[in-house]
């Protein structure tokens, strides 16, 4: 199987060290420093030299508090070669942003193959706060973001509205119950995303787990690809699943020709911050 790195680097956003568990970073001008279950091993210097403005104190599953506290939000830019977009980065009881730094190969992937073509379908599930819509909106394509979050919903909206973006659909829905819709109406898509969580709670209470719904859901998807054209990405951030055993699930049901790897982050020092996995591919 071959497999890729593929690592971020933007200005905005910087990974200074990691380790121990823990990451430092900046975010715009906002020095942070936060756990991180991948970041094992030594850091490049001791933690007690790093000099956070900022820190995360976990308080129980799925919350804490910075100390000090961050501003409520602040804009934070992506800037490629030939486009570049602009984000909202948030706080609250999560060690979240909002966004997540390594996806920016995705992005500049995505908005390269977009703009290089004409009257694109995007369909984005589990789509969060909405930098890939927006990447995929501002390349020229039609896109359908789907989430079960009403204020993930929102904050993507936001997004794009920070980037003059009126042209994106939202829909508060469970991803399955929209592909299942979709099907029956014989739609199609010339790319589809997916960023799933391990388990999630849907519209009306659904539940999601992972290693019981992704393999039904890639089966559902299979209707939903534009045979002539496409794009398939899928990103996992756990680790319940071993490559070879995604791109298998992947490949009974989508018979794509994928490109298999992991996303990082560099410090500046050139060591990579593995974040999660991806599969993807573009015909």
């Given at each position: 199987?071959?497999y ?129 819509s ?52 014989r ?97």
């Open positions: 199987m071959e890729h790195i593929l690592t971020a680097q933007w200005e905005s956003y910087r990974l200074i060290d990691f380790g121990e568990g823990w990451r430092w970073e900046y975010w715009g001008k906002y020095s942070v420093m936060r756990p991180d279950g991948w970041a094992v091993g030594r850091p490049s210097q001791p933690r007690s030299r790093w000099t956070p403005q900022h820190v995360y104190h976990p308080m129980g599953a799925y919350q804490g508090k910075w100390e000090p506290p961050l501003p409520e939000k602040w804009i934070l830019l992506y800037r490629s070669k030939r486009w570049q977009m602009k984000l909202w980065c948030r706080t609250g009881k999560f060690k979240h942003m909002g966004l997540f730094p390594e996806q920016a190969p995705h992005w500049d992937w995505l908005h390269e193959w977009i703009s290089q073509r004409q009257r694109v379908r995007i369909l984005n599930l589990f789509a969060y706060t909405g930098a890939a927006i990447a995929a909106a501002l390349a020229g394509a039609q896109v359908i973001h789907v989430d079960s979050s009403r204020s993930a919903i929102k904050w993507a909206a936001e997004n794009a509205s920070l980037n003059n973006i009126q042209t994106i659909r939202w829909l508060v829905e469970d991803a399955r119950r929209f592909v299942q819709r979709a099907a029956r109406r739609e199609t898509y010339d790319g589809i995303l997916l960023d799933p969580p391990a388990y999630g709670i849907g519209t009306k209470g659904r539940r999601w787990e992972l290693q019981q719904d992704l393999p039904i859901l890639l089966a559902e998807l299979l209707p939903l690809l534009s045979t002539d054209r496409g794009l398939f990405l899928l990103n996992l951030y756990t680790g319940d699943f071993s490559p070879y055993t995604v791109k298998r699930i992947i490949q009974e049901t989508l018979p794509l020709p994928l490109e298999v790897g992991e996303l990082t982050l560099p410090t500046p020092e050139g060591r990579l911050l593995s974040t999660g996995l991806f599969f993807r591919c573009r015909w």
